[in-house]
């Protein structure tokens, strides 16, 4: 009785750290793909060029908080991840640490949201609300 627990204890285990595995390996490519997605596209910088601006003068922003962001949303993306497993150290604490950082991590999305939809948008003027009217219709 007692071997076949241990045995059945250990195949349990070992079934967990694969899972666990499995779980790091996707949960991996997640937080690289959407870091990517941020930086490229969301935040419109470029890791070859410093994660400045191809157009350094087009910037809203002092130059060292382009790539202390960049860094600070892998660093908090990450943290929000690992968060979600079952086997982390689940506290209050460390839930609210989380969670506000989190909010922070957004704040920080949306400051530079913005800031690339506005460098693209104000001389292009992209941005248009035309209806068609009863009188413009043919």
């Known amino acids: 009785g007692a ?18 595995r ?9 937080v690289l793909f959407k870091y990517y997605w941020d930086i490229y596209h969301d935040f419109g910088l ?7 601006r191809a157009d350094k003068e087009r910037h809203l922003y002092y130059e060292w908080f382009y790539p202390f962001i960049s860094v600070l ?3 908090l993306r990450c943290g929000w991840c690992l968060s979600l497993t079952q086997w982390s150290v689940h506290t209050d604490i460390l839930s609210t640490c989380v969670a506000c950082s989190e909010v922070l991590r ?9 800031e690339n939809e ?4 104000a001389g292009n003027f992209r941005a248009s609300s035309y209806r068609m009217f009863e009188k413009d219709r043919p």
């Open 3 to 20: 071997l076949y627990a241990a045995s059945d204890e250990a195949e349990n285990e070992d079934r967990s750290t694969s899972y666990w």
């Open 22 to 30: 499995i779980w790091l390996f996707f949960a991996t490519i997640a």
């Open 46 to 52: 470029s890791p070859s060029n410093g994660f400045m």
């Open 73 to 75: 949303n892998l660093v």
């Open 106 to 114: 957004r704040g920080l999305w949306n400051l530079l949201r913005l």
């Open 118 to 121: 506005h460098i693209n948008n």
